[in-house]
C-alpha cells in the first residue's frame, strides 16, 4: 500500500517530479557531505526532462541561469528532483528545477535544499540547433497500468556505464536499483536501517536503454515480528518523440530492521 504517513516531496511543490535517487558513499565529498557537482549533474538531468518532452527532441544545455544550494545533502537522503518549463522560445527552453530531501526514518522530515534554472536549446540527431513546436505534445498515454497501491520511491534515467556488452542496461544495474527501492519503504516503516535476507522472486519482462526515465514503485504487502516483505514494480519511459511506458521488471524481497549497532531488532514492526 502506499505509504500514508510520511512526509512527501510532491506535497511541498506543485511542479512535476523528474527525479528521484539515493546518493550513495562514492557520490561524498571529503566533509562528508553529498559533493556539489552530483547535485549539479542530476538537476542538470532533471531540468533536460521536461524540456526533451517540449522540444520533441534532444536538447543541449546552454546556461545556468541560477543555482542556490540551501543544505548540504547526505548518503542514505532519498532526493527528489521537481522541475517544469517555465518558458519557450523558438529553439531555447527554460526550466525550474526543485530538489527535496527526505531524511532521518526515525523522524523523518523533508526539507528543501536546493533552486536552479537552467536553459537548453533543442537539436536535431546532427546536433544543429532547430526550432521548438509551437504546440506543446500531447499527454502521454500509458501503455500499461500503472500501479495504484504503490509509492515511487526511485525515478532514474541509466548512463552508458551501466550498459552490458550487449548494448541494454545491465541486469545487474536493474537488480541493485530494485534492492535499493524496496529498502525505502521498509525502512519508512521500521523506522531504521534495515538489511536484505531474500529474494524472493525477479522478473524482468522488457530491457532498459540508456535514456529511459525508469520509475520504481514499492510498496509493503507482509510485516513479521523483525521483518518486512516488499513488492517492487519497475516502469520506464521511453522515446520522447512517441513516449510510451511499459513495464520491465517486478520484484518480491525482504528486509529485516537493524539497530545502530546491526542487530536485528526484536520488537514487532506490525
Not at 84 to 113: H, L, Q
Not at 197 to 212: E, L, N
Not at 216 to 226: D, E, M, P, R
Request: charged residues 20%.
Amino acid at each position: 500500500m502506499p505509504s500514508a504517513h510520511h512526509p512527501s516531496s510532491d506535497a511541498l511543490t506543485s511542479k512535476p517530479l523528474a527525479l528521484r535517487v539515493m546518493p550513495m558513499p562514492a557520490d561524498l565529498n571529503p566533509s562528508g557531505d553529498v559533493f556539489g557537482g552530483w547535485i549539479m549533474a542530476m538537476v542538470d538531468v532533471a531540468g533536460a526532462l521536461p524540456a526533451i518532452r517540449r522540444a520533441g527532441s534532444r536538447v543541449v544545455t546552454v546556461a545556468v541561469n541560477s543555482f542556490v544550494f540551501k543544505q548540504p545533502v547526505g548518503v542514505g537522503d532519498i532526493v527528489s528532483f521537481h522541475a517544469e518549463v517555465v518558458s519557450v522560445g523558438r529553439s531555447s527552453i527554460t526550466v525550474d528545477v526543485e530538489v527535496f530531501a527526505e531524511r532521518n526514518p526515525n523522524e523523518p522530515e523533508v526539507v528543501k535544499v536546493t533552486e536552479a534554472r537552467l536553459t537548453y536549446v533543442a537539436v536535431d540527431e546532427a546536433g544543429t540547433k532547430r526550432l521548438i513546436p509551437a504546440e506543446a505534445p500531447a499527454a502521454e498515454a500509458p501503455a500499461c497500468a500503472l500501479p495504484t497501491d504503490k509509492d515511487i520511491v526511485l525515478q532514474v534515467m541509466p548512463m552508458p556505464p551501466a550498459l552490458n556488452p550487449s548494448g541494454d542496461v545491465f541486469g545487474g544495474w536493474i537488480m541493485s536499483m530494485v534492492d535499493v527501492a524496496g529498502a525505502i519503504p521498509a525502512m519508512r516503516h521500521a523506522k531504521s536501517r534495515v538489511a536484505t535476507v531474500s529474494v524472493d522472486s525477479f522478473d524482468f519482462k522488457q530491457p532498459i536503454a540508456v535514456g529511459d526515465i525508469v520509475s520504481f514503485y514499492a510498496g509493503i504487502v507482509s510485516v513479521g515480528h523483525t521483518c518486512v516483505t516488499v513488492d517492487v514494480e519497475v516502469f520506464t519511459r521511453r522515446n520522447p518523440v512517441s513516449p510510451e511506458t511499459v513495464k520491465v521488471t517486478e520484484a518480491r524481497l525482504k528486509f529485516v530492521a537493524l539497530d545502530e549497532f546491526h542487530a536485528r531488532q526484536h520488537h514487532h514492526l506490525g
